[in-house]
């Protein structure tokens, strides 16, 4: 991490940790190329991505975001949903378990 006079806090390296359900931690380092950086611009970007992207691939499941350092983030679980994150969908007919998506009935029908 270093200060530049026009773009602020620069960073060469991103270190980004997901830790999930089962305690399996998934480690990603990104390095800028030569002559490059991430601007605290590009980080907020990157982060929302990693973000959107668990929320798309586990949408059961909360995570929490947590800057360890300079560069250095961990989006760690922090639990199931909540059941009232279901209630405004409308769901198939039959028991839905807890944690798992359910299957959504098609608007069109």
Known sequence: MRNHPKLGVIHKRLRIKIVDA???????????????????????????QIAEGLEKNNPAQEYRLIEVGP???????????????????QLDEGPVAFGIWPALKSLDA
Request: charged share 25%; proline share 2%.
């Open 22 to 48: 089962d305690g399996k931690s998934h480690l990603t380092v990104l390095r800028a190329g030569a002559g490059k950086c991430y601007t605290e611009a590009n980080v907020d970007t990157i982060l929302e």
């Open 71 to 89: 560069g250095a983030f961990n989006f760690v679980f922090a639990g199931m949903r909540a059941p009232d994150f279901y209630a405004d969908r």
